[in-house]
């Protein structure tokens, strides 16, 4: 059923890329060894979520995790750029990642009156809609979809390790414009940014950074969504100016002062969460609003990020 809807994005995309993707998701969807950047692939494991309930109930810390898990607040990060057209100075993103749509049903309910009155050009989502890397999907759509119809258009998204391709067609109905190893020109009278979004790099390893820059001209201002920053260095090689990323929670569960455990990514610790810098490029590496493998948080709370572009010089 759900195969029948890609046809659209066959014609966009290419059968070779669905094909792979459908591959890669009834290959290794459960798979916890070799797949992917990191040789084991704890988000996969059916055992971690009841080992990381008791660790904490044991503690005394489970009733705080919880609730934290429903708390979501609003960051704000400022780039400067002498590459940036005079008509985007104060162009702002809405940067969301890592929903869990139906693994965080409390911060599902706060998002839509957080984003009624935020202001911004565009929003951009960087990928991790379903709870699971595995199984059903519709669930998380259903929960999604308010989410979604609060945000003001356009819309723009990427998936996740967490999502299926399969997704796609119900996420574009929803008014996301997908973008798979693309790149879409956003436009202000006879200046313009460019905007380019590559599938998942960390586990199915489906992107393709060269594909998507390819259009982009030399000197033009330019930002990459990807669900993992874990690319920065291709990123950087491919002269974007700005790459906005998610995937790590800034290890959800850490230690006093924001100190991840584990970030589940293979890249120095000061790109797991936050704003850094690699190069001439400007990286930020969301929390997420969401959380994976249980609704708790400790020492790191959710956030929905608005980026504002400025011209510097």
């Known amino acids: 059923m759900h195969e029948l809807g890609l046809q659209d994005l066959i014609k966009r995309i290419g059968a070779e890329h669905v094909r792979r993707r459908l591959n890669d998701e009834t290959e290794h969807e459960a798979q916890l060894f070799g797949q992917g950047t990191l040789f084991f692939n704890l988000e996969n494991s059916l055992l971690a979520p009841g080992v990381i309930a008791t660790a904490l109930k044991v503690t005394g810390l489970y009733g705080r995790a919880r609730q934290n898990a429903d708390l ?22 809405l940067h969301i990642s890592d929903l869990h749509a139906d693994m965080s049903a409390g911060a599902m309910r706060r998002l839509p009156g957080m984003v009624a009155d935020l202001a911004y050009d565009i929003c951009v989502l960087t990928g991790d809609y379903r709870g699971q890397t595995f199984g059903p999907f ?38 996301i414009r997908m973008l798979f190893n693309e790149c879409e020109a956003i436009r202000r009278g006879d200046e313009a940014i460019y905007l380019a979004g590559v599938d998942d790099a960390h586990f199915y390893r489906a992107d393709d950074i060269g594909k998507a820059a390819a259009p982009i001209p030399g000197d033009a201002f330019s930002i990459l969504l990807s669900h993992t920053p874990e690319v920065y260095r291709a990123a950087a090689a491919a002269s974007f100016d700005l790459m906005l990323s998610g995937h790590t929670h800034g290890g959800q569960l850490c230690l006093p002062g924001g100190i991840a455990i584990k970030l589940e990514a293979w890249l120095p610790r000061k790109f797991g969460a936050g704003a850094w810098r690699y190069g001439k490029m400007a990286g930020y590496t969301s929390v997420g609003a969401g959380t994976s493998l249980l609704p708790v948080r400790l020492n790191c709370p959710a956030e929905i990020t608005l980026h504002t572009l400025r011209r510097a010089g």
């Open 72 to 93: 979501v607040c609003i960051r704000r990060n400022e780039l400067a750029s002498t590459v940036l057209p005079k008509s985007f100075d104060g162009f702002t993103l």
């Open 138 to 175: 519709d669930k998380s759509l259903d929960y999604l979809a308010p989410v979604i119809a609060a945000l003001k258009p356009p819309v723009y998204g990427i998936l996740g390790n967490h999502d299926s391709i399969r997704m796609t067609p119900a996420l574009e109905a929803m008014g």
